[in-house]
């Protein structure tokens, strides 16, 4: 059964060529895309059963065995999160239905939106350093086609300055790679694990982890966020929710991964370091969603908070606050895609950006302004949605691990994230209808299928919080004790 750990990322990449030749036929496209996510939350369900059953599974590519094969490794940690990529992927791709023009979708929209996936799917679970470069590539790839759907001319700004990040971030990536390789002399992340931790970790490879902490930083957008805000307000709807509830998140998992499975023997500088620099996202990007009145800017700046919030965990590394981060870091996924993709459709319906321009909304418009509410009230960690849980934990691990100022910087941060969003909810939705409802576009019944997806998701994730939570506490179980990983995927060996 381990073989269907590839499929995450097989389906998407075959379905995405065979695309290619169906071009023309955009009904097909769409059916054909939606089957291909659905079939993948169906995998990782059953995977994850299996992982329960069985522990950490593993696929060992070509017959060749670790360390000297490509694999992949399949634990709770990367599951949860393949299983929740691929159902905020599914939402988009309803989302689409509705809302990309039909050029788009013609000229092979539908197969970058599946490579897109199929990098994200890998990052989780490449089970070797190189893969990780290379499944980082292909989203990234993709992304530089998605972002540019559309040509305006801000779009075009932008997107410059997105390429060139990551292209230079992408370099050091491989410089970091091959002075690890140098240094241990292999590429396989559970046996540079187990070679670092027999040799120690010596200042050479302290370094090179602060050169990986730099890179994953601008993959994810921790404190060198300064490319993101201009970068997720660009993109066409459906593209911009899978930007900031999935591209972020890639670079997360690869730093929990690297610094619990490998760099965590000099916790007093790395962990030192990741805490200093999420207390500075969370200030960073607190004081940007306040600043503007653009609604999508205020939403990417809503990213750089929870990206800075959910790596407060990873520096205090508490079996508390490692659990925190994970549940923050579904929950996150989930209501990034719903917050952009309201934020969408406002645009969308009254054809302007700027919270100050649109007013009463919610009189022509109530479901799409309470579930805007909803949105807020998850974001800010308010019970029984899903914010809270990961919230709590993640504060009780920073009192255990004495981090009291990252304590406060968080909580502090979640007023930010309450009070830029109940402006908009206040300021657009409330008040003076502006916008007639003759002149106001109508709201689509994929828009609402889709919105009404990810907001039952928030109340599920929430109030099924004690089922979801033999997961949780099996994926920060693996990533507390490294061993578990390692004898995983070199046991037999």
Known sequence: MSNLIVMPMALPVLMGIILIFLSSYVKVQRVLSLLVFVANIGISIYVLHLIQENGILRLDFGGWEPPFGILFVADSFSMLLVLTANIVAAVCVIYSFSS???????????????????????????????????????????????????????QLRESIKYVIVNVVSSWIFLVAIAYLYGSVGTLNLAHIAERVAANGQTSTLTVVSVVFLTVFALKAGLFLYFWLPGSYSVPITPVAAMFGALLTKVGIYAMFRMFTLVF????????????????????????????????????????????????????????????????YLIHDIIIKALLFLLVGTMIAVTGQ????????????????????????????????????????????????????????????????????????????????????????????????????????????????????SVYIQDAAETLLNPQIYIDAVLGDN
């Open 100 to 154: 990309v023009e039909p050029s788009f979708e013609k000229n092979f929209y539908y197969t970058f939106v599946l490579l897109l996936i199929a990098g994200v799917n890998g990052s989780f679970l490449t089970g070797d350093i190189f893969n990780l470069f290379v499944c980082f590539e292909i989203m990234l790839l993709s992304s530089y086609v998605l972002i540019v759907l559309g040509g305006k001319k801000r």
């Open 353 to 468: 950006t700027k919270m100050d321009e649109i007013s009463g909304l919610i009189k022509n418009h109530p479901l799409l302004g309470w579930l805007f509410f909803l949105t807020t009230l998850s974001l800010a960690g308010i019970p029984p949605l899903s914010g809270f849980i990961g919230k709590v934990l993640i504060g009780e691990g920073a009192v255990e691990g004495g981090a009291y100022i990252l304590l406060a910087l968080a909580f502090i941060s979640s007023i930010f994230v309450l009070y830029s969003l109940m402006r908009i909810f206040l300021t657009s939705f409330w008040g003076e209808t502006i916008i007639s409802k003759d002149e106001e576009a109508p709201v689509k019944k994929g828009w609402v299928v889709a919105t009404c997806i990810l907001a039952l998701g928030t109340i599920a994730l929430g109030i099924g919080a004690e089922p979801m």
């Open 264 to 327: 965590y023997h000099e916790p007093q500088i790395t962990h030192t370091l990741i805490g200093i620099l999420a207390g500075l996202t969370l200030i960073g990007g607190s004081i940007g969603a306040v600043a503007y009145k653009d609604l999508r800017l205020v939403a990417s700046y809503n990213v750089v908070i929870a990206v800075g919030f959910i790596l407060v965990g990873l520096a205090v590394a508490t079996p508390s606050a490692i659990e925190g981060s994970i549940y």
